[in-house]
Structures are given as C-alpha cells and as structure tokens.
C-alpha cells in the first residue's frame, strides 16, 4: 500500500509540473488584446493534448491499483489456507501428545509390576526353590499366562495374560508388521513404520476402547494371543511354586 501512494504522489506530482505552464498561457490568451477566442483556441488545444497525456496516465494508475488488489486478495487467501493448516497440524500435535502420554502411563505401569514381579521372585528364590520342583505340576519361574499354567503354584507379573500393546512401537521402521509386535495393520506401507493407533482402527477399535478393554486387559494365553490380541503377543508372568 506504501508503494502504492508513492506511486500515485508521483503521477500527481508530474501533472501539476504539466499544467504550471499550461496555465500561464492560458492566461496570457485570455489577458492580450488580439481576442479571447485565440486564445481559448490555443489553450483549448493544448488542453486536449494534456488531457490525453492525463488520461493515459490515470489509467495506467488506476491497472496498477486494480493489480495489487488482486494480488492482496491473493496473500489474503493463501494466508488464510496457511492458518487453516496450522490449526490442524496443532490439533493433531495435541491429540498425539494425548496419546503418548497415555502409552508413557503404560509403559510405567508395565515396568513397575516387571520391577515388582522379579524382586518376588527373587525373594521366592532365596528360599532355596530357585531351579527345583515344588511339586510335579509346578516349575518355579517358568513362563506362565494364568495360574493353571503355574499347577499348584502361583503366576505371577506384570500384566500377565494380556494383550501387550507396548510391543507396537508408534514410528518404528518396519516392512510388515511383524517389526510392529506382530500387530496386524500396523506397518504403514507408504512411510514404512509403524502406525499403532492406526492398527487400532484397522481392527475396528476405537482410542477409548483401545486403551480401556483391549492393551493390558483383553485376557490371551501363548496360543490364542494371535486371534485374541490381533496378532500382538500376551503378557506373560513367571510362576512361584
């Protein structure tokens, strides 16, 4: 818009400087004894080529300002795309950020009963049944799904007997989705790597569903985690007899 009035100030300024003497000889025509009508017609003709000069003038002004409005409703609108986009990059950042803190609670749930798991059976081991039999149906710290896995002993662990989500790493490189914990859906084939929230909708799960019924609660064992679990491996613990 600057640029525009330096413009226009120009054109006016190189007018006024056109018509100065234009005006002295219409007064000189219109003041002199050899007629009013000489005169007139001498600056009436100079007037016409002026006015020509003018218009051309004005008119190529007036194209200019058409053009630069034109482009301002341009910037106008791809700004307005831009924000658009923005918005929804920022909405999407947010609804990611919401998702990764839910996988974090997670993620720390299943360390902790880990954590806790092996200090039990540590403690159990201590009492001299590390590597022995309790009875003949029950192997300490073999892998269990339940307690009938365990005889008459106990399983024990994190989460045991369910489906392990934290297997599915979001973003991790992958060709099938056996990178992504076997989670079917999962490998996204146009980035290659691993879309985990997506895989939740390819197996007709919702988020809320996701996150409340299905990782860390949909019971499987070693042999129906395949089915169960969407291809996701199970939770296991270890048994104490």
Do not use: R
């Amino acid at each position: 818009m600057k640029a525009f009035l330096i413009v226009f100030l120009c054109f006016a300024l190189t007018f006024a400087a056109e018509l100065e003497p234009l005006t002295d000889a219409s007064g000189e025509g219109s003041g002199s004894g050899e007629g009013s009508g000489e005169g007139s017609g001498e600056s009436s003709g100079e007037y016409v080529n002026v006015d020509k000069l003018t218009v051309q003038q004005l008119q190529t002004l007036n194209d200019y300002a058409i053009k630069l409005q034109q482009d301002s409703q341009k910037l106008i609108q791809e700004a307005n795309a831009l924000i658009v986009q923005l918005t929804t990059l920022s909405a999407n950042a947010q609804t990611l950020g919401i998702y990764s803190t839910i996988v974090a609670s997670n993620s720390q749930t299943v360390l902790d009963n880990a954590i806790y798991s092996l200090e039990l059976a540590q403690n159990s081991s201590s009492s001299g049944n590390e590597t022995t039999t309790a009875s003949p149906t029950c192997t300490s710290s073999s892998v269990c799904y339940n307690n009938e896995d365990c005889g008459s002993g106990t399983c024990i662990g994190g989460l045991f007997g369910t489906c392990d989500c934290n297997s599915c790493v979001y973003g991790w490189p992958c060709q099938d989705d056996s990178a992504c914990g076997g989670f079917q859906g999962a490998c996204n084939n146009l980035t290659s790597t691993c879309d985990c929230f997506g895989a939740y909708a390819h197996n007709n799960l919702t988020i809320t569903d996701a996150f409340t019924k299905f990782c860390n609660v949909q019971k499987c064992t070693g042999k129906n985690h395949d089915e169960t679990c969407f291809g996701l491996p199970c939770n296991t613990g270890i048994c104490v007899c």
